[in-house]
C-alpha cells in the first residue's frame, strides 16, 4: 500500500510560501514505515486538480492532501475531489457548531462564508480540527481500494491533526507496516564527493541503507533502517553509525538535531570555558548562531561587529600600520581582532572573523570568498586560518559558512586537547 501527497495552492507554486507541510508529512509516514514514491503541488484550480487525482487515485492507495480548507472561493479541495468521484456535498450540522463556538470564543460571529467548511462529501468521515475551523475528512470513495484524507494547509493545525487522529486512524487500520527510523551524521570540513568516496560499500547497502547529501557546505549521511519495532531498527543503525564515526573521524562533527553551534557549546560548558567573538563581513551571523542555543549564555559573553576599520583598530585594538599594510583581510588582523576581543570581554576563547562577502569589493590578490579566521586560545597563542569559498558563491552563503566554518576551527582546537579527538 503506497501514500501520495498532494499540496494544493497557488502561493506553494508561486514560491511565497515554503511547503513544509510535505517534509513533514515525508517524515511522519517514514516513521509510520508507509511508502510514498510522489510529491504533488497543484494551484487551486479544479481541472488541475481534477488531473492530479487522476494520476494519484490509480498508482497510490493513501492520498493526503494538504491546503484548499478555507472558506475563500478559491479553496476548492474537498468540493474538487467530490466532483471527481461523483459524489453530492452534504453539510455537517455538528460542523457548523463548532466553527460557530470557535468564533464566539474570539468574539466574533461566524461568516456566511463558513458555512462552506461544513460541507463534506457524502460518506465520509470528519478528521477533526480542534485549533482551525477547517476540519479535514478521512474518506473511503472506492472502498478498501482508496482512502484520503484531508488537511488544512495551516502546519500548526495540520501537525495537530495528524497527531491526535490520523496516525491513530492509519495504525488501526493496518497502514502502518512496522517504521523507518532514521539517523543523520552531519560532517564539516569535507565534500560530498570525497566523502562518499570514504564511505563508498555502505552507500550500496539495502537495509539500512546509507544516503549523502549536503547544503551550505554541510555534508550528511542518513542511515535510515526498516523494522518491526523502533529497537529492532536502533540495532541495525548503531552498527553502522559506529563504523561511519571511525571512518569519518573529526570530520564528523555530530548527528540529528545538533549543530556547530551547540556542539562547540557543549564542548565550551564542559570545560567552564567562556567565549567572545569579533565580526566583520559576517556582521554578528556567528553571534547569532551562538545565541540560538538555549543556555549560551553560561559560557558566550559576547561580541564587536567591528565592520569598519576604525573600530577594529579603537575597540578591538588591531594596529592601524597592520590595516593598511596588509588590509583588513589578512591574517594578522585577524589575529589582532581575536586577540583584541578575547582581552576587552575578558575570555578563555577569542574568534575572529574577517573577510570578503561579495559581490564586490574583491581584487586580483584578495577576490570574493576569501576570509580570514582568528583564534586566541586560553594559553595565550594566536593563529589564523585562511579559507576561499569562491567568487562564484553568494554573498549569504560565504556569510553562512564563515560563521560555521569558524565554530569548526574552535571545535577541532578542543580535539586537539582530547586524545580520543
Same mark, same amino acid.
Given at each position: 500500500?503506497?501514500?501520495?501527497?498532494?499540496?494544493? /495552492?497557488?502561493?506553494?507554486?508561486?514560491?511565497?510560501?515554503?511547503?513544509?507541510?510535505?517534509?513533514?508529512?515525508?517524515?511522519?509516514?517514514?516513521?509510520?514505515?508507509? =511508502?510514498?514514491?510522489?510529491?504533488?503541488?497543484?494551484?487551486?484550480?479544479?481541472?488541475?486538480?481534477?488531473?492530479?487525482?487522476?494520476?494519484?487515485?490509480?498508482?497510490?492507495?493513501?492520498?493526503?492532501?494538504?491546503?484548499?480548507?478555507?472558506?475563500?472561493?478559491?479553496?476548492?479541495?474537498?468540493?474538487?475531489?467530490?466532483?471527481?468521484?461523483?459524489?453530492?456535498?452534504?453539510?455537517? =450540522?455538528?460542523?457548523?457548531?463548532?466553527?460557530?463556538?470557535?468564533?464566539?470564543?474570539?468574539?466574533?460571529?461566524?461568516?456566511?462564508?463558513?458555512?462552506?467548511?461544513?460541507?463534506?462529501?457524502?460518506?465520509?468521515?470528519?478528521?477533526?480540527?480542534?485549533?482551525?475551523?477547517?476540519?479535514? %475528512?478521512?474518506?473511503?470513495?472506492?472502498?478498501?481500494?482508496?482512502?484520503?484524507?484531508?488537511?488544512? /494547509?495551516?502546519?500548526?493545525?495540520?501537525?495537530?491533526?495528524?497527531?491526535?487522529?490520523? %496516525?491513530?486512524?492509519?495504525?488501526?487500520?493496518?497502514?502502518?507496516?512496522?517504521?523507518?527510523?532514521?539517523?543523520?551524521?552531519?560532517?564539516?570540513?569535507?565534500?560530498?564527493?570525497?566523502?562518499?568516496?570514504?564511505?563508498? =560499500?555502505?552507500?550500496?547497502?539495502?537495509?539500512?541503507?546509507?544516503?549523502?547529501?549536503?547544503?551550505?557546505?554541510?555534508?550528511?549521511?542518513?542511515?535510515?533502517?526498516?523494522?518491526?519495532?523502533?529497537?529492532?531498527?536502533?540495532?541495525?543503525?548503531?552498527?553502522?553509525?559506529?563504523?561511519?564515526?571511525?571512518?569519518?573521524?573529526?570530520?564528523?562533527?555530530?548527528?540529528?538535531?545538533?549543530?556547530?553551534?551547540?556542539?562547540?557549546?557543549?564542548?565550551?560548558?564542559?570545560?567552564?570555558?567562556?567565549?567572545?567573538?569579533?565580526?566583520?563581513?559576517?556582521?554578528?551571523?556567528?553571534?547569532?548562531?551562538?545565541?540560538? %542555543?538555549?543556555?549560551?549564555?553560561?559560557?558566550?559573553?559576547?561580541?564587536?561587529?567591528?565592520?569598519?576599520?576604525?573600530?577594529?583598530?579603537?575597540?578591538?585594538?588591531?594596529?592601524?600600520?597592520?590595516?593598511?599594510?596588509?588590509?583588513?583581510?589578512?591574517?594578522?588582523?585577524?589575529?589582532?581582532?581575536?586577540?583584541?576581543?578575547?582581552?576587552?570581554?575578558?575570555?578563555?576563547?577569542?574568534?575572529?572573523?574577517? /573577510?570578503?562577502?561579495? =559581490?564586490?569589493?574583491?581584487?586580483?590578490?584578495?577576490?570574493? /570568498?576569501?576570509?580570514? %579566521?582568528?583564534?586566541?586560545?586560553?594559553?595565550?597563542?594566536?593563529?589564523?586560518?585562511?579559507?576561499?569559498?569562491?567568487?562564484?558563491?553568494?554573498?549569504?552563503?560565504?556569510?553562512?559558512?564563515?560563521?560555521?566554518?569558524?565554530?569548526?576551527?574552535?571545535?577541532?582546537?578542543?580535539?586537539?586537547?582530547?586524545?580520543?579527538?
Amino acid at each position: 500500500m503506497v501514500a501520495e501527497i498532494i499540496c494544493v /495552492g497557488t502561493e506553494l507554486l508561486l514560491g511565497d510560501i515554503l511547503n513544509s507541510n510535505a517534509q513533514f508529512l515525508g517524515q511522519q509516514l517514514a516513521q509510520l514505515g508507509i =511508502p510514498h514514491y510522489y510529491q504533488t503541488v497543484v494551484g487551486d484550480n479544479p481541472e488541475r486538480l481534477k488531473k492530479v487525482i487522476a494520476i494519484a487515485s490509480e498508482r497510490s492507495q493513501l492520498l493526503i492532501f494538504t491546503g484548499g480548507l478555507g472558506p475563500t472561493p478559491d479553496d476548492l479541495t474537498v468540493e474538487t475531489i467530490a466532483n471527481f468521484f461523483g459524489v453530492s456535498l452534504i453539510e455537517i =450540522p455538528e460542523i457548523i457548531e463548532d466553527i460557530t463556538q470557535k468564533f464566539s470564543q474570539r468574539g466574533r460571529v461566524m461568516s456566511a462564508s463558513n458555512r462552506k467548511q461544513a460541507l463534506i462529501p457524502e460518506g465520509a468521515e470528519i478528521l477533526t480540527n480542534l485549533t482551525g475551523t477547517a476540519p479535514g %475528512i478521512i474518506w473511503k470513495p472506492r472502498g478498501d481500494q482508496l482512502t484520503i484524507l484531508t488537511f488544512p /494547509g495551516v502546519p500548526a493545525e495540520l501537525y495537530q491533526m495528524w497527531s491526535d487522529v490520523a %496516525i491513530p486512524y492509519l495504525k488501526n487500520n493496518g497502514w502502518s507496516q512496522g517504521i523507518i527510523q532514521s539517523r543523520t551524521l552531519k560532517f564539516w570540513g569535507i565534500a560530498e564527493s570525497t566523502l562518499a568516496e570514504k564511505v563508498a =560499500p555502505f552507500l550500496e547497502m539495502k537495509n539500512p541503507t546509507v544516503a549523502p547529501y549536503a547544503n551550505h557546505g554541510e555534508v550528511k549521511l542518513r542511515i535510515s533502517a526498516r523494522a518491526d519495532s523502533q529497537e529492532i531498527a536502533q540495532e541495525l543503525i548503531t552498527p553502522v553509525e559506529t563504523q561511519l564515526r571511525e571512518i569519518t573521524g573529526l570530520n564528523c562533527y555530530g548527528a540529528d538535531d545538533e549543530t556547530l553551534a551547540s556542539v562547540v557549546g557543549a564542548l565550551l560548558q564542559q570545560s567552564h570555558s567562556t567565549l567572545s567573538v569579533a565580526e566583520s563581513c559576517t556582521g554578528g551571523g556567528l553571534g547569532q548562531m551562538l545565541t540560538e %542555543i538555549p543556555g549560551s549564555s553560561e559560557y558566550f559573553l559576547g561580541g564587536v561587529i567591528a565592520y569598519d576599520n576604525t573600530v577594529k583598530a579603537s575597540v578591538l585594538g588591531v594596529k592601524p600600520d597592520d590595516l593598511a599594510e596588509f588590509g583588513a583581510v589578512s591574517a594578522i588582523v585577524a589575529q589582532q581582532m581575536a586577540l583584541g576581543v578575547k582581552t576587552l570581554l575578558k575570555t578563555t576563547w577569542g574568534l575572529s572573523i574577517t /573577510g570578503i562577502a561579495g =559581490p564586490g569589493g574583491g581584487t586580483a590578490t584578495k577576490p570574493v /570568498g576569501l576570509v580570514y %579566521i582568528g583564534l586566541a586560545t586560553p594559553q595565550g597563542q594566536v593563529e589564523s586560518r585562511e579559507y576561499r569559498f569562491g567568487q562564484t558563491r553568494s554573498r549569504d552563503w560565504i556569510r553562512r559558512v564563515t560563521a560555521s566554518s569558524a565554530l569548526d576551527l574552535l571545535r577541532h582546537e578542543f580535539a586537539k586537547c582530547d586524545p580520543l579527538g
